[in-house]
């Protein structure tokens, strides 16, 4: 009998299984730029993590410490990569918080993966196993929370203050919790908390002064200065006109130039001209209108010189140049709607108000808008800092107590922070383990162990001996201690609620469930495919 070489090799005589490495080659790959994004940021996590610098190609620096900030302008090649960038961007619009600890977590689980692969456990048999993990621990974190009610608001003054703690302004976070909470609370209509819309809080930065002098106004801020040399800065019992027409000489509709031969033609214009904006100022007096906001226009002026002239005749102030964007802001807040055309111009469109004034703030000065009748459930916040980088720190830090609040609002518990919940969640789903029999026993320790990422990460970002303090951590916890954790102040291991560091239930199960969503997606694929463009 003559053996054909193909089965002498032990070779199947098919071509379908030609190649066995490339999947694994692929999956190691896309595990390793994974992890590489999560070593980038993971010494910014904590409230003594270290702060990027990032420089954009146009010499614009930025200096932050938050994830979802950091991803978003590196510069990610790598598919996988841009994954974990999508995870806190996720991780932002969910919970708007957590979002450096949601890319660690997803790291260290990637280097689970590696482990069990290595030991011959197919992709999907672990894709399973962790879908289960994550619910397990969102169990294990719903178990340890403990309920809040709205009206308490130490406990949400607590969670903005934990957010803020890990930020460039967390000296000032004493103040900036407070005003996040007041925020939030204003604009949540009682009945719809789920629906709440941070699009009605909004965050004014003005250059100058310092952090402390931040404040929230309950009321309207218009980042203009009001126009006009003689007209009055300050307006008691206003009478408001949001107006979207100009006031100003018509231009034709085409890029037409009229051609004037004579001097008594150009009389009879500029006559003509005076008339057209007078009769718009009167129908202004007529109404009753002292405070006149106006629509910013591409096409033409939106207030000429001789219509400013007039204006501050009758004693109106304008802000001109209001932005097309900033309308339904404006609208929702004054509870009105904006006059399209001078034949609407009436005292029933007009809003009152106790209060408008010119304030100076630092080198610039704004319109303020306060005491206004029926006002709409908006709130804004006039940010103040000494730089620009400083101001855009705390815009963002402030825009992630803001998210907390939010969290809270949506689903009303909290839990421990300083890598309580983690070492909770590793020792239960570690026990659970136990109780589990084949692959799915690896997969829940390998999961278990990955958590540990960031009480060891907090540890060593805090300059403490990360082996010892997890060490001791996980000992307090099998005592039954749910809520000891790291506490970075002191260097060691306290009750963290003591310490009033709580975190909203939403930031940590989000964070595991979207950390556990991603690696999954990453485990699934096996190749790349460049297509032809």
Not at 101 to 122: C, D, F, P, R, Y
Not at 257 to 286: C, F, G, T
Request: glycine share 6%; net charge neutral.
């Amino acid at each position: 009998m003559v053996v054909k070489p193909a089965m002498r090799a032990g070779k199947p005589q098919g071509q379908a299984y030609k190649d066995k490495s490339k999947p694994a080659d692929i999956r190691q790959s896309n595990i390793n730029a994974a992890k590489a994004v999560c070593d980038a940021i993971r010494t910014s996590l904590g409230p003594r993590g270290m702060d990027k610098m990032i420089q954009a190609g146009n010499g614009e620096v930025t200096i932050t410490n938050d994830g979802a900030t950091i991803l978003k302008q590196m510069n990610v090649i790598h598919p996988a990569a841009k994954m974990l960038v999508e995870l806190s961007r996720a991780q932002d619009v969910e919970a708007g918080d957590g979002t450096t600890s949601v890319v660690v977590v997803a790291g260290a689980l990637l280097e689970a993966v590696e482990k069990l692969l290595q030991m011959g456990i197919h992709p999907t048999a672990i894709s399973d196993a962790f879908q289960k993990c994550s619910a397990k621990a969102v169990e294990i974190l719903t178990e340890m929370s403990r309920p809040i009610e709205l009206t308490d608001r130490e406990s949400l003054i607590k969670s903005a203050s934990t957010s803020l703690n890990s930020k460039v302004v967390s000296q000032h976070s004493s103040q900036l919790a407070p005003i996040a909470v007041d925020a939030v609370l204003k604009v949540t209509e009682p009945g719809h908390e789920s629906g709440c819309d941070l699009k009605n809080v909004k965050i004014i930065r003005s250059l100058g002064g310092t952090i402390e002098d931040t404040e929230l106004v309950d009321g309207l801020v218009f980042t203009q200065r009001s126009c006009g040399v003689n007209g009055p800065k300050r307006v008691e019992k206003a009478k408001i006109g949001l107006i979207q027409f100009c006031i100003s000489a018509p231009k034709t509709d085409m890029d037409h130039s009229v051609v004037v031969s004579d001097y008594a033609a150009m009389d009879r214009v500029l006559k003509e001209e005076r008339a057209y904006i007078l009769n718009i100022v009167k129908q202004i007096k007529k109404a009753g209108c002292n405070v006149l906001l106006v629509q910013k226009s591409i096409l033409r002026d939106a207030v000429s010189d001789l219509a400013m002239h007039f204006l501050d005749k009758i004693k109106v102030m304008v802000v001109k140049d209001v932005e097309r964007e900033d309308i339904e802001f404006v609208c929702k807040t004054l509870n009105c709607r904006p006059i399209a055309s001078l034949d609407h111009f009436l005292p029933e469109h007009l809003v009152n108000a106790d209060l408008v004034e010119e304030v100076s703030s630092g080198s610039s000065k704004f319109v303020k808008v306060t005491g206004i009748q029926n006002m709409g459930r908006t709130v804004s916040i006039v940010v103040r800092g000494s730089n620009k980088l400083v101001l855009e720190e705390a815009d963002r830090s402030l825009h992630d107590a803001l998210c907390v609040v939010r969290c809270l609002v949506k689903k009303r518990a909290q839990i421990a922070g300083g890598g309580a919940p983690e070492i909770e969640m590793a020792l239960q789903l570690a026990a659970h383990a136990q109780t589990l029999e084949g692959v799915d026993a690896y997969c829940f320790r390998g999961f278990a162990n990955a958590l540990e990422v960031i009480p060891s990460t907090l540890a060593e970002n805090a300059g403490l001996n990360a082996i010892a303090t997890v060490t001791e951590l996980r000992n307090r916890h099998a005592q039954g201690e749910k809520n000891a954790g790291i506490n970075v102040r002191k260097g060691a291991i306290t009750d963290i609620l003591a310490e009033n560091v709580v975190q909203p239930l939403l930031v940590s199960t989000s964070s595991i469930t979207l950390a556990s969503e991603t690696v999954r997606s990453i485990l699934k694929i096996d190749d790349i495919i460049n297509t032809m463009q």
